[in-house]
């Protein structure tokens, strides 16, 4: 069988391209943006607070991409009190800590689907259910996505967002 010379060539090029595509000079190219955000940007410090820190993630890649929801722990949450890390509560260390017994199946209950190219998915993290936000001052936050598949997956990070947790008896805001 005779190769042609151009089609060895082409080939070549394509191979070459998609692998350019994936990484940019010479290091993986993340498949998603991380973005979050709250509409709880001020509250009051109390034990019943409920900040829900909406964490979205864009593809921005040519192909499908996996969104398991809700799952907060596979996302790894930095939050801040004046640079300095924010204990996370009992619960969070319950569910995310945790140790397995040798027969014991590691559970979950969420959901799992596809992104498609160009589209979204969000999901909601029960904030202060996991981090002890009761000292006044301003938070800052963070989320990072590690990575999940392949040796070309990377860490991916997203954007910081600030919810400023005032006293309890501040009359600058109403309680929720």
Do not use: C
């Amino acid at each position: 069988m005779k190769k042609h010379p151009y089609a060895v060539f082409l080939v070549g090029v394509l191979l070459v391209g998609s692998a350019d595509a994936a990484h940019q000079n010479g290091k993986p190219k993340p498949d998603r943006l991380l973005t979050i955000s709250t509409e709880d940007t001020t509250v009051k410090a109390r034990s019943d607070m409920a900040i829900g820190v909406t964490v979205e993630e864009k593809n921005i890649s040519r192909h499908k991409i996996n969104f398991t929801s809700p799952d907060p722990g596979r996302y790894e949450m930095t939050v801040l009190l004046d640079g300095h890390p924010v204990p996370t509560t009992d619960f969070y260390q319950q569910t995310f800590n945790r140790k397995l017994g040798p027969n014991e199946p590691r559970t979950w209950s969420g959901g799992w689907k596809w992104i498609k190219p160009g589209k979204s998915e969000a999901s909601v993290v029960p904030l202060a259910m996991y981090f002890h936000l009761d000292t006044p001052g301003k938070y800052e936050v963070t989320v990072t996505l590690g990575p999940m598949r392949g040796p070309d997956d990377v860490n991916i990070k997203s954007n910081t967002i600030y919810i400023t947790v005032l006293p309890s008896d501040d009359p600058a805001i109403k309680q929720k």
